[in-house]
């Protein structure tokens, strides 16, 4: 199971509602993130690609006095080309950065992380407890030229827009592990950094699809003449115990009269013709 970054769009901010971009997916990506930052918090609901709702990363918001941050995702976006409509009714300075990523199992968001602070280096510290993790971060700056020298993931973007910055990075770590998401910039601000981590879903195959339980089964004991039912015994999960039906062979009275019993040493039944003859049997014990 493996990461890789798909595709990205960093288009102008505008104060439009709502704000729309075009953007296009790849028949790989199955992980769709749009990274919203605004000067002021956005208002109008959620964004949508393809007319259908994103979803918003549990706790992914985040603000300064100068900045909003928003994390959103879709798991396996359709391949298409479409919108992605961000309302925004508040009319807030509103800078997306769109990316996909491509995973060889199904991806699922497992957290987020989210930090504020005024001084240089925007970070935060991203905690994985699983493997194969792609994770994003989002930063606001309210800085009026913000142009950081660095990240401690892979850009996307990360640079001005009009009179505070924004910036969209990942990384891609095999293991478990805490994980910096930081930007370097020498000149002390206010800032906002959230991020979002997705690991793969774990897919178990069982081979073969059915299972044989090849085990010793002890014969059962038949008298003479008995029907085990049914005749093969299949074990699935457990071994049930066979039903048996025990059929007893008919009495005969060969010589037709009342010298000779075909029962004579079959069981201790006392067998009497009353009449004499073949007509009449019966054991007056019912055995």
Excluded: H
């Excluded at 956005?42 to 941050?69: D, I, K, W």
């Excluded at 993931?153 to 998401?181: C, F, H, K, P």
């Amino acid at each position: 199971m493996s990461w890789t970054f798909g595709t990205s769009s960093a288009p102008a901010q505008s104060t439009a509602n709502p704000f729309v971009q075009s953007f296009t997916t790849n028949s790989a990506d199955t992980l769709l993130v749009v990274g919203i930052p605004n000067n002021i918090a956005r208002t109008g609901g959620s964004p949508t690609f393809n007319g259908t709702a994103l979803t918003q990363v549990p706790a992914g918001s985040v603000a300064t006095a100068e900045t909003s941050l928003e994390i959103w995702y879709m798991i396996n976006p359709p391949t298409t080309t479409a919108n992605v409509s961000i309302p925004n009714s508040g009319a807030s300075q509103c800078a997306p950065v769109i990316a996909t990523a491509r995973s060889t199992s199904t991806p699922v968001y497992t957290n987020t992380s989210n930090a504020t602070a005024t001084s240089t280096n925007p970070t935060v510290d991203s905690t994985v407890t699983t493997p194969n993790n792609i994770i994003f971060a989002l930063a606001g700056d309210d800085e009026n030229t913000w142009s950081p020298s660095g990240v401690t993931g892979t850009d996307i973007s990360s640079g001005d827009v009009a009179n505070w910055g924004r910036g969209l990075q990942y990384r891609i770590e095999a293991t478990s592990g805490t994980y910096a998401m930081g930007w370097t910039d020498s000149s002390s601000s206010r800032w906002a950094v959230v991020t979002a981590a997705f690991t793969e879903a774990v897919s178990v195959t069982v081979s073969p699809a059915v299972i044989d339980i090849v085990s010793s089964v002890q014969d059962p004991t038949v008298q003479a003449g008995a029907i085990v039912s049914p005749a093969v015994i299949t074990v699935l999960a457990g071994v049930q115990a066979p039903t048996v039906t025990t059929v007893l062979p008919p009495w005969t009275n060969p010589s037709k009269n009342s010298s000779s019993w075909g029962n004579t040493a079959k069981n201790s039944a006392t067998w009497t013709n009353a009449s004499k003859n073949s007509s009449t049997w019966t054991n007056e014990d019912k055995s």
